[in-house]
Structure formats: C-alpha cells, structure tokens
C-alpha cells in the first residue's frame, strides 16, 4: 500500500490580512513485513502575525517549514516500536525538535504496557514577555512590547498499563513525569510594525534590578519612565497520573472508579 496526500491551505483575517498560509506532503507505505513507514513536508510563507503582540500593531512571521518522518513495526507482533521525530525551522532562526520512541508489550492477549519517552528542544526568536503603556513608543500607537528568545528543553515518559481481567472487569493506569526548562535571552521589541525585524536592547537599556529581575529604559533617557518586569526563566517539573477500574457488575450498568493524582513545582 502506497498513499501520497498533497494539499494547501490560507487563511484571513476580518481585516483581510492574510495570517496563514501552507504547502504540505505525505507519503505513507505499508510494507509487505507489516511494517509503516511515511514522511510529512511543510512550508509555510512568510504572512501577516496580528497575535503575536497581543492585542498590538500587525507584524510579520517569517517562513517555516518542518519535515517529519514516522515509523512503525509489526503492529502483530507481542512488542511493537513506533517513532515520529520531527524538525521545524524558520527564515529568522527559530527551530523546534522532537523526538519520541513509544513501546508497547502484549506479555499476553488481555495484558498491555506501554512506554513512551519524549524530548523536545526549541529555539523561540520572538516569545511574548510582557508589554507596557510608553507614549514614545509613536509607530506603535503608545504600546512598547517586549519579547526574548525562549530556548525551552523538555524530556517526559508517558507509561499505561491496560489489564482486563474478565469480560466484566479491567484496569487502566497511567503516569506521565515531565521536566520543561525555559531560558529567556536577548530580550528585544519589533523595529517596526508590518516587519519580523527586530532590535535587540543592549546592556545601557536592560539591566538586573534589585528584585531580580529586568529594568528598561528604551530611549536611553533618564527623564521618561522606565519599565520593570520580572525574570521569565523557568524550571518545571510535573507527574500526571490516573487509573481507572470498571466494572460492569450486570449487563448494561458500568461502574467506574476512578483515581487522579496531579503534582508540579516550579522554580
């Protein structure tokens, strides 16, 4: 089996603004061993952002594209391995990878586990920090937004456990630990609106304040406000859980019983 889908699509605003727009391809196979292969190609244009300050002027978004691939073993098999990694980048630098390996085991026909390690490493050229009222900020109608670049690293394991006992009572658990740090740098705002351009504040405009976190002083004068925010960076760490009995005890009526556990921290 050999299946290839190609298509495109585009979107606007209320405005007229052109805001999306996409080229994409896939191919896919079946093999004769019963295994999958397939790729996926995205490329989308360079368009209008008028999201991305929040409620501010339009800017622009530089090009993407992406380029996946996934592959998956003989799903008859008592252990199955399947994998989807994936690559985006843009015209201005940005980039986003992912990989994942998801393994499921049938040790027998009414037992499976499954586990599935994930890693993600993003390199974001403009995340929205914060924005404030600054009246020499004239091209952007007295809005001044600030935003980083955001290089986030993020690693998980998603693991189930389905058991069926009889053909009236099962069980399904599952947990998921995950670790996401952010590192916020080059702190900048948009030279322009209509443009991705960007102008990055150097050390006489941003500095470390008391409290920790930043103080700016956009024109370099002494006389106008400055703006503090505070320190973006982040580390957090969560564990997901649940698991669920069922138990059909007569024909047509079900019971549930269902246990949730949701634990995070941060720094």
């Known amino acids: 089996y050999l299946g290839i889908t190609a298509g495109a699509q585009q979107q606007f605003n209320f405005d007229g603004d052109l805001n999306d727009r996409q080229y994409h391809l896939s191919v896919y196979s079946d093999l004769p061993n019963y295994w999958g292969v397939g ?13 991305n300050t929040r409620g501010g002027v339009l800017v622009r978004r530089p090009a993407s594209y992406y380029a996946g691939v996934n592959l998956a073993t003989d799903g008859r098999k008592p252990v199955v391995v399947s994998t989807n990694p994936g690559h985006y980048w843009t015209a201005e630098g940005g980039y986003e990878t992912f990989a994942n390996l998801d393994v499921r085991f049938k040790p027998s026909s009414n037992v499976t586990l499954s586990v599935g390690p994930t890693y993600l490493h993003r390199l974001s050229t403009a995340q929205f920090v914060d924005r404030f009222d600054d009246p020499s900020a004239t091209q952007f109608f007295g809005q001044r937004a600030v935003f980083a670049a955001l290089e986030q690293t993020e690693v998980g394991m998603s693991t189930r456990i389905a058991w ?31 443009t991705w351009r960007k102008h990055v504040f150097d050390a006489q405009q941003l500095t470390r304040n008391a409290d920790g ?9 002494a006389a106008t406000e400055n703006f503090d925010f505070g320190d973006p960076d982040f580390h957090v760490r969560s564990l997901r859980g649940n698991a669920v009995v069922r138990w059909e005890w007569r024909p047509g009526s079900t019971l549930f019983f269902v246990w949730q556990q949701d634990r995070a921290g941060s720094g």
Request: aromatic letters at 16%; zero cysteines; glycine letters at 4%.
């Open 213 to 221: 976190g930043y103080t700016l002083d956009p024109d370099r004068n």
């Open 39 to 51: 790729t996926y190609l995205q490329h989308r244009p360079e368009v209008w952002d008028d999201r």
């Open 164 to 194: 069926t006992f009889t053909p009236t009572l099962s069980l399904e658990v599952y947990a998921q630990p995950l670790v996401s740090v952010g590192d916020y740098r080059s702190f900048r705002e948009y030279a322009a609106p209509r």
